[in-house]
């Protein structure tokens, strides 16, 4: 077979899409190109991938296996792409990084603004996504790297742990627990909790430590988002249980947060997701060391929550 990556890249739009005025927008070529691209593609391999109506696209039988095959592909080309870029000097490159909203904001943040003054030539590319999506992102090759609290994460990724947080309360300073210097995980039980959908790490993480203290939370309101949690949290609808790096935002909406101390210390385990055998451009693998340097000092801190970075800015390179 004869394929090319623009037919494939035209043949992944579509199916995703099922419109040809979307994909023919989304790979930037014409309705026409995206037609004659698949009707190739379709020669190729011998056999229809599309159903075509004059008002919808319908995949046919194979083309999600096709598909499949062809994000693989691609998603090798864009790894490969972002890694050759900037390969050998910091003035320009790339880098793609996928992890939570509020992983972004409250654990990334500082990092990304320290990257950016001082290789302002980089692309920075952010994705704020929940855990399944950052590692389809990983996977397809649309990220150098990943942060989620899973260490499932399926075929052709290598994941490794690089931060521990530890797990606080937060609630309404008015909530029975509002002057709680520190709470018990028991405790914790007797109270309305507001939480996340399971797609969520943070979610999932609460899932499996309050499962092996055989413990369950009554929780009648679940949110898709982090901040509307810390919201309803503030309207006095319950309590909710967080890493600590998201503490810093929960503070600034006025709410009480408290470390959960009981026993053995239960952390919330981030891991970092990388496509196998893929080797990072010197952007990507500059920005993980920096990430890795300063997720070291926050972990070994009295107070993470806090944590600013202490190292210097050198100002040549602003």
């Known amino acids: 077979m004869n394929i090319t990556l623009k037919q494939l890249r035209v043949f992944c739009a579509l199916y995703e899409l099922r419109s040809f005025t979307a994909a023919a927008r989304a790979a930037f070529v014409t309705q ?166 399971n797609v969520y790490s943070v979610r999932r993480a609460v899932d499996r430590i309050s499962s092996e203290l055989d413990l369950a939370f009554s929780s009648g309101i679940e949110a898709g988002m982090l901040t509307s949690v810390l919201n309803l949290v503030r309207a006095g609808l319950g309590i909710t249980i967080v890493p600590g790096y998201v503490c810093a935002f929960a503070r600034l909406l006025g709410l009480h947060a408290a470390p959960i101390q009981e026993g053995p210390e239960r952390r919330h385990e981030l891991w970092l997701i990388q496509r196998r055998s893929t080797r990072l451009s010197l952007a990507a693998k500059t920005f993980l060391d920096e990430l890795e340097t300063y997720l070291q000092a926050r972990e070994a801190s009295p107070d993470p929550t806090v944590f600013q970075d202490p190292r210097p800015i050198n100002p040549d390179t602003e």
């Not at 609290?149 to 490794?160: C, N």
């Not at 797990?167 to 914790?188: E, N």
């Open 32 to 197: 026409s190109a995206v037609s004659k691209l698949c009707a190739e593609l379709e020669t190729e391999v011998g056999q229809p991938l599309f159903e075509r109506s004059t008002r919808s696209v319908t995949p046919c039988e194979g083309a999600a296996d096709f598909y499949a095959y062809a994000q693989e592909i691609l998603g090798t080309v864009r790894a490969a792409e972002r890694s050759m870029s900037g390969l050998r000097s910091l003035d320009r490159g790339a880098v793609g990084v996928a992890s939570s909203p509020m992983m972004m904001v409250g654990l990334l943040g500082d990092v990304i603004a320290r990257y950016h003054r001082q290789h302002a030539g980089v692309k920075l590319a952010l994705y704020e996504l929940n855990t399944d999506d950052t590692l389809e992102h990983v996977r397809h090759g649309h990220a150098d790297f990943g942060i989620v609290s899973t260490q499932t994460h399926g075929e052709g990724l290598d994941a490794r742990v690089i931060y521990r947080d530890s797990m606080y309360m937060v609630c309404a300073p008015s909530h029975p627990l509002g002057q709680s210097a520190s709470v018990r995980w028991a405790d914790l039980a007797a109270h309305d909790h507001v939480t996340l959908r």
